[in-house]
């Protein structure tokens, strides 16, 4: 039996969303007709946004739905291009490519965006600010509120993709003093391929997608109503279970407690409950990932592999991580249906697993 320990990638959908979804699909309506059909459509997503604006204590008007959270950072991102741009160095790729020319925001060695790098760099101006609420390969939640508070002051307006947060910690769009906010459906137990861009009011409108008038004129094309649907029942379900969530800490400190020789990275900070990123010096995170899927056990590399040769993270290497430590990097994720036996044959199997490699 395999065990999935690579939820931050994508977590297993959880039973109620697949009934709802498999429940729509067998439905026929465009979301756009008047007919009885359509209206049933539209039902269908106007109760997904009232869900998912609950989930990030928004106003349902502000919530746009998109293909993915790509697609949402991709809207702000572009909207912004003609201006200044600050975003970290350990954003994910969907907002570090989306705009060329954008600057980086250093980061400390524990994986916080620096607040006075970045007040030193307001002082030049900047139209967006876009940083993340929580970091995908460590799991270090960043000080968004105390990053808007320095945005504002400048007139800079604040971007935040919170797809590992959602779930994990309460996100009020309010408390944080954002602009935009980015959420993907299958971080929290939904389908893949949906995500939202929340906007709160006042804040520009943005828009990427243009063609029909769907979702009030902001993103044309017909709406993905099997997905929008379990988008809403996984963001009603992540808020309810918020509290079991917070328990998967105490599997993931059982693995940092008891595998010897690992580095741990960005546990003196504040983290979400489910991630640990480690290396095992001198044993190459491909080699680690290998023998761990052989022994049916699935986790991420914290490195890229790209022509034969294992490449640091872009998020190690902006902490400052030695590259000889980040190339021999492991992303641990649990999820909610994550059991206290899997981290117990996790700990075992890598604890035999790391006396070969070290032989
Ligand atoms: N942002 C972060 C922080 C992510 O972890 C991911 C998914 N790996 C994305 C954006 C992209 O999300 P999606 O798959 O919905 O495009």
């Not at 602009?179 to 804040?203: E, N």
């Not at 489910?274 to 001198?282: I, S, Y």
Request: overall charge neutral; glycine content about 10%; charged content about 20%.
């Amino acid at each position: 039996m395999t065990i999935y320990l690579d939820h931050n990638a994508t977590t297993a959908i959880k039973p109620p969303v697949i009934e709802a979804v498999a429940g729509v699909m067998r439905d026929t309506g465009n979301a756009s007709s008047v007919h009885a059909a359509g209206r049933s459509a539209r039902a269908h997503v106007e109760d997904a946004r009232r869900h998912v604006a609950a989930l990030c204590r928004a106003d349902a008007k502000g919530v746009i739905f998109t293909s993915g959270a790509t697609e949402a950072n991709n809207t702000v991102l572009k909207h912004f291009a003609s201006g200044r741009i600050l975003t970290s160095g350990i954003e994910h790729p969907s907002v570090i490519e989306a705009v060329a020319g954008t600057e980086r925001i250093p980061v400390s060695q524990n994986g916080i965006v620096d607040l006075s790098a970045l007040k030193k760099m307001l002082e030049g101006g900047a139209s967006l600010v876009s940083v993340m609420l929580v970091n995908n390969e460590t799991g270090v939640i960043q000080p968004v509120a105390e990053i808007s508070k320095l945005a504002k002051a400048t007139g800079a307006r604040v971007h935040c993709d919170a797809v590992q947060a959602a779930g994990r910690i309460p996100i009020d769009i309010t408390a944080l003093g954002i602009d935009y906010l980015t959420l993907s459906a299958h971080k929290m137990g939904g389908p893949q391929g949906v995500g939202a861009l929340v906007t709160v009011a006042g804040a520009p409108p943005v828009k990427l997608i243009h063609g029909g008038g769907q979702e009030r004129r902001q993103r044309a094309g017909t709406e993905n109503i099997a997905g929008i649907h379990g988008f809403g029942i996984a963001a009603a379900a992540a808020l309810a279970d918020m509290e079991a969530y917070h328990k998967l800490a105490s599997l993931r400190d059982a693995i940092e407690a008891r595998i010897d020789g690992i580095t741990v990275f960005g546990n003196k900070s504040p983290r979400v409950a489910n991630t640990t990123c480690f290396a095992l010096e001198g044993v190459p995170a491909d080699t680690q990932l290998m023998a761990l899927d052989l022994a049916g056990i699935c986790v991420s590399s914290g490195s890229a592999c790209s022509s034969g040769s294992v490449k640091p993270s872009h998020v190690l290497e902006a902490m400052g991580i030695a590259p000889a430590l980040a190339t021999a990097a492991l992303r641990v994720s649990l999820g909610w249906n994550t059991t206290a036996a899997d981290i117990e044959t996790f700990i075992e199997t890598y604890t035999r697993l790391k006396k070969t490699w070290q032989k």
